[in-house]
């Protein structure tokens, strides 16, 4: 997964506003690439699950340990810097309603993230004691979660580009004046 620079990182990653700041656009593009890097760390903690669970009943938790905690940084590095661009559309660039649904995105990431982590922990139980219907119940519950989270935060993401629109219009106008 590639690793997301921080908010304090190289000034010229994002081309700057008159005022010296990253404009609205350029962090909500910023914002995007965030949140692919976020769909690649879901696809390396499952990767990660699937290693570990497959080497039943000879788990090897330390190699599994150290790859999430590997994980978990790349997503706290993400949080972090979506968590700056939140506060730059707001308190820089007087876009509230833009970072509200940035925020609301953040806090659907972290309900998924949580539950993600609560279903591979299902599913050990599962491979451990595939009997327990309880375990299953739990399992299926869980996946209805994760999907219920997928969608609200696709239409959280639908609700970002609508608001968003006058931007991008503002980018072409800018353009096409020139």
Do not use: W
């Not at 972090?80 to 876009?95: A, G, P, R, V, W």
Request: hydrophobic share 35%; glycine share 4%.
């Amino acid at each position: 997964m590639a690793s997301a620079s921080c908010p304090s990182g190289d000034p010229n990653a994002s081309p700057k506003h008159s005022n010296g700041h990253a404009s609205p656009l350029d962090l909500l593009r910023r914002f995007h690439k965030l949140q692919a890097a976020r769909v690649e760390g879901y696809g390396l903690f499952e990767e990660a699950f699937n290693t570990f669970i497959g080497g039943a009943p000879a788990y090897d938790f330390n190699a599994y340990k150290q790859r999430v905690a590997e994980i978990t940084v790349s997503f706290r590095r993400i949080s972090e810097e979506i968590i700056h661009i939140k506060n730059s559309l707001h308190d820089t660039h007087n876009k509230s309603e833009i970072s509200a649904i940035i925020e609301k995105v953040q806090e659907l990431e972290e309900s998924k993230l949580k539950s993600t982590a609560d279903l591979q922990i299902a599913r050990k139980n599962a491979s451990d004691e595939p009997e327990n219907d309880v375990t299953q119940q739990e399992i299926s519950a869980l996946h209805q979660r994760l999907e219920e989270l997928a969608q609200e935060i696709i239409d959280a993401l639908e609700d970002l580009k609508f608001e968003s629109e006058d931007l991008y219009a503002q980018e072409i106008e800018d353009e096409t004046s020139r």
